[in-house]
């Protein structure tokens, strides 16, 4: 009786195999490409064949994604801002100090989202808003809205407490509040180097709006 049997006596594997990067990891690193290359050459003269390039991605990856630009917009938007108006959301959420401060710190991270790479973006939307209202609507309806209510909060906390004065239309007022701040972004990036006579700075502006609106807020 045949009693030899085939074993195996190869050792088993126990190293783990490298790890395969899953498809919707390449999104973010797409749209974080591209929010760069639309902000500095704007964006009817990029390429998607440009952001594949400058995200280390094959030529046609970006349309595996994205339909199209304007889908590639909306990510690109979302990847900008989103994580700053959750960041604020959540300050809002645990804050304890006064409505002034609190206020103070809404515009304060609205001036370090400005100043970084990032806030190139509100200048872009605004000049191609014309050209491509459905990213617009998007914005508006996602992220403009979302960062209007964050004022509102602030400004109704305020007046609850009395720490502010009574304000009829704190929806307006919140408008009013927020508009400055994305004019002063996009002058920055658009009139104000060609501009000979211009010598504010930063400081100088978000210094002379805290003063102006909490002299119109106090009781």
């Not at 195999?17 to 639309?38: G, K, M, N, V, Y």
């Not at 007046?159 to 919140?174: L, Q, Y």
């Not at 002058?187 to 400081?203: E, F, G, I, Q, V």
């Amino acid at each position: 009786m045949d009693t030899d049997q085939s074993v195996n006596t190869e050792p088993a594997t126990t190293e783990a195999l490298p790890r395969t990067r899953r498809p919707e990891d390449r999104a973010p690193e797409i749209a974080r490409a591209a929010l760069a290359l639309f902000v500095t050459r704007g964006f009817a003269a990029t390429k998607l064949e440009d952001v594949a390039k400058a995200a280390s991605v094959s030529k046609g990856l970006p349309y595996l994604y994205f339909k199209n630009k304007e889908e590639l917009f909306k990510a690109v938007i979302t990847e900008a801002i989103g994580g700053p108006l959750a960041e604020a959301t959540d300050m809002i959420d645990r804050f304890e100090g006064s409505s002034e401060d609190l206020l103070r710190e809404l515009v304060l991270g609205f001036r370090a989202f400005e100043e970084s790479p990032a806030g190139g973006v509100i200048k872009l939307i605004l000049a191609e808003a014309g050209n491509f209202p459905d990213v617009a609507r998007f914005f508006c309806a996602h992220f403009d809205l979302r960062g209007r209510e964050l004022f509102i909060r602030a400004l109704r906390r305020g007046v609850n407490r009395k720490e502010f004065r009574p304000i009829e239309d704190i929806e307006t007022t919140a408008i009013i509040l927020v508009q400055p701040l994305a004019m002063f972004s996009v002058w920055k990036r658009s009139l104000a180097p060609y501009d000979p006579t211009n010598t504010l700075s930063s400081d100088q502006f978000y210094a002379a709006y805290l003063d102006f609106i909490f002299k119109g807020l106090r009781p």
